[in-house]
């Protein structure tokens, strides 16, 4: 059974970073794209960006290119997202998601909720 | 990037009735096309991928149809757990982008 968990709810003050982590078990890691998608209070899903642990080069939505980096740990079965340069409206709930047989998201981490707030 | 847009924005249905959801994309997205569901305070659900492939443990009476730039997702006898927000998203190419969502209320 594939279980994706997230590392638990931040607070932040804007102008920091915050690095949210995604430990995957019950398959394999490498092969796999992990996502990672945003949603603001009340808002809908957005993506922004994703990797494939194996080949290590990441892709991300033009909105979030340059502040945000996603990474992966095959030692470790983890995933990563890190935001630079937070800002209030950054703060939403953050999820990781993984692929199974296609390219959609069959499974996904519980949401990470991230407040920037000073 | 490929633009998402579902509609109606809601849908309001009574109990064991049909619900019809659209979702349209800007430019061809082949079959590559999946529909979740979302209640509140929950994760996201894969309901559908492949435009019409039911995902592991999804009731029957959740279909989805089309391929190219029109997608439809019907729940064919609405049940009171299916009130909830369904959101479409191509994953042809990256960016995987989403629709702004359909929610389904209670009429």
């Known amino acids: 059974q594939v279980q994706l968990v997230q590392s638990g709810a931040e607070v932040k003050e804007p102008g920091s970073s915050v690095k949210v982590s995604c430990k995957a078990s019950g398959g394999t890691f490498s092969t796999y794209v992990f996502s990672w998608v945003r949603q603001a209070p009340g808002q809908g899903l957005e993506w922004m960006g994703g990797?494939?642990?194996?080949?290590?080069?990441?892709n991300y939505a033009q909105k979030f290119q340059g502040r945000v980096t996603v990474s992966a740990d095959e030692s470790t079965s983890t995933a990563y997202m890190e935001m630079s340069s937070l800002r209030s409206e950054d703060t939403a709930v953050y999820y990781c998601a993984r692929n199974w047989n296609d390219e959609a998201f069959h499974f996904w981490g519980q949401g990470t909720l991230v407040t920037v707030s000073s | 990037e490929i633009v998402m847009t579902q509609s109606p924005a809601t849908l309001s249905v009574s109990p064991g009735e049909r619900a019809t959801l659209s979702c349209r994309a800007s430019?061809?997205?082949?079959?590559?096309l999946a529909w979740y569901q979302q209640k509140p305070g929950q994760a996201p659900r894969l309901l559908i991928s492949?435009?019409?492939t039911r995902a592991t443990d999804i009731p029957a009476r959740f279909s989805g149809s089309g391929s190219g730039t029109e997608f439809t997702l019907t729940i064919s006898s609405l049940q009171s757990e299916d009130f909830a927000v369904y959101y479409c998203?191509?994953?042809?190419?990256?960016?995987?982008?989403f629709g702004p969502g359909t929610k389904v209320d209670l009429k």
């Open positions: 998203q191509q994953y042809t190419k990256w960016p995987f982008t």
């Open positions: 990797i494939i642990p194996v080949f290590g080069a990441a």
């Open positions: 492949g435009a019409s």
């Open positions: 430019q061809s997205v082949s079959s590559n």
